[in-house]
């Protein structure tokens, strides 16, 4: 596991290198550690690394690890994959952040089970950026209505959007996606982070405003095997 700590550590010395010549402060980029399909040693490896956010993409998944490790209260879980009705509980019960919000049904389910006691659930709108078929997110022009209808939600906010491109066009969706954030924030001057970039395509989502970026294999390397919920 000493790996993990390794990677870990490179991850935030390229990202600190990225942002010093693009200018940017390396702060305003959070390193999401994408944690779907590994075991608890290795998040543990990386927690004892340093690392305090962890993103799922199974519910299930993510209530027992949230569960297990539910001890180390710093940890900050991001629910990052496709989420069905029937499942929002969990989701509301553990996470702290929803990258993939694109339907107001699921906002609302959201809302009305996130505990007062906790703090309102962030969420993120996740766009089909690159018009894929078989792909989660809504298209670009179904944005501000969802993000209307989204603010009024008493136990969530809307804090920004969250797309993954097609491999072969990273670059034109990555600079749609800063025009979106930029034309989303005048509506909803909260809504200032933008999730993208993985392992393969971070330092050009990086450069395009990215204030979250998402990293499993660069981390935790090869995922060995992929769940379907
Ligand atoms: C799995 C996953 C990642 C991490 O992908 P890598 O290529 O392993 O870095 C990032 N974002 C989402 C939404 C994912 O499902």
């Known amino acids: 596991m ?97 990258h993939s919000i694109d339907r107001l049904k699921i906002a609302e389910r959201l809302s009305a089970q996130r505990s007062s006691a906790l703090p309102p659930l962030q969420l993120l709108l996740q766009i089909n950026i690159s018009n894929e078929q078989s792909k989660a997110g809504i298209h670009p022009d179904e944005l501000p209505a969802l993000a209307a209808a989204i603010a009024t939600l008493p136990h969530v906010q809307l804090r920004g959007l969250m797309a993954i491109p097609a491999p072969d066009d990273s670059e034109r969706a990555f600079a749609l996606m800063a025009q979106l954030s930029k034309s989303l924030q005048q509506q909803h001057p909260g809504a200032t982070e933008l999730s993208m970039g993985m392992s393969d395509d971070w330092p050009l989502a990086l450069q395009y405003g990215a204030t979250m970026i998402r990293l499993g294999t660069a981390i935790f390397g090869a995922r060995t095997y992929e769940r379907n919920e």
């Open 2 to 98: 000493n790996n993990i700590a390794e990677q870990l550590n490179g991850a935030y010395h390229n990202i600190a290198e990225n942002c010093q010549k693009l200018g940017r402060d390396p702060a305003s980029v959070c390193l999401l550690a994408v944690s779907k399909t590994k075991p608890v040693a290795a998040l543990l490896a990386a927690y004892q690394a340093g690392q305090r956010q962890f993103g799922e993409n199974y519910p299930q998944e993510l209530q027992a690890k949230a569960t297990e490790m539910a001890a180390l209260t710093e940890l900050e879980w991001h629910f990052i994959g496709p989420l069905q009705s029937n499942k929002t509980r969990l989701v509301a019960e553990h996470a702290s952040w929803v």
